[in-house]
């Protein structure tokens, strides 16, 4: 919120561009982390940093500082993404396993399906009273009120279950697998996949690599740079 970009670099840890360059002066704690994932906290305007082996650390913008989250409980500090929702609950996924933790009501599960354990999610948002869960076998709609998880293959649909980005807007679920582009109706749960782009060649879409800056935009970051498109207008198109 104060404009500012941040970036997490593997190897060279956390900074921030202020006055016309890149710095960490007082990040220090993290100049050689392996910065896996980033969240930006806008209510205590606070950024969670998932790292490579480290856990996570959380760094408060207006106090200039950075602790380490120690959790009540042990958990694989390889950490993939992050997620807080907006009842501050917050969702890690690691390299063998996702689980959400809530402070305020000293609680942690981790989400299995079955026997299943999600493991190197790419990517998790937040929609509604739903986790949306990409990785690399397919993509997971979690309820957390009833905690009802519903997986979806290529069996339903998906032209591929290795799941890079995903986007909720009010009609559908956008997702971006390796090279197509996947829309997802949420009532009727039709699939369709968009694999054309105009004669552009984005090559292989990246991990967690997705932006919604306004209600009528989706970006997806790739190998060849960025595809910017309208949802309501390509979904109209037979």
């Known amino acids: ?3 500012t970009p941040w970036a997490g670099t593997f190897g060279g840890g956390v900074q921030y561009f202020e006055n016309g360059r890149w710095t960490g002066e007082w990040l220090s704690e993290l100049s050689q982390e392996h910065v896996m994932a980033m969240f930006y ?3 205590n305007d606070q950024i969670l940093v998932g790292t490579n082996g480290n856990g996570v650390y959380c ?6 500082d950075v602790k380490k989250i120690r959790f009540p409980f042990h958990y694989n500090s390889w950490v993939c993404n992050l997620l807080l929702d907006s009842q501050q609950t917050l969702w890690i996924a690691t390299s063998s396993g996702l689980f959400y933790y809530s402070e305020k009501d000293d609680m942690h599960e981790e989400i299995l399906f079955g026997d299943y354990r ?7 948002q937040e929609d509604g009273d739903h986790i949306l869960i990409a990785c ?3 993509f997971i709609i979690y309820n ?3 905690k009802e998880k519903e997986f979806i293959t290529s069996e339903q649909g998906l032209p591929s279950e290795y799941i890079r980005s995903v986007m909720p807007t009010e009609r559908h679920i956008w997702l971006a697998t390796r090279s197509n582009i996947v829309s997802i109706d949420k009532e009727t749960r039709e699939i369709r996949t968009f694999s054309s782009f105009s004669g552009y060649k984005i090559g292989e879409f990246h991990r967690n690599s997705v932006a919604k800056p306004g209600k009528d935009y989706i970006l997806f970051g790739g ?5 910017c498109f309208t949802p309501e207008l390509i979904i109209s198109r037979q």
């Open 136 to 138: 690399d076998e397919g």
């Open 59 to 64: 760094i408060d913008i207006a106090k200039r």
């Open 118 to 124: 999600i493991c190197n999610a790419s990517a998790i």
């Open 1 to 3: 919120k104060h404009g």
């Open 41 to 43: 906290d806008r209510e």
């Open 223 to 227: 190998d060849n740079g960025i595809i």
């Open 144 to 146: 957390k009120k009833t």
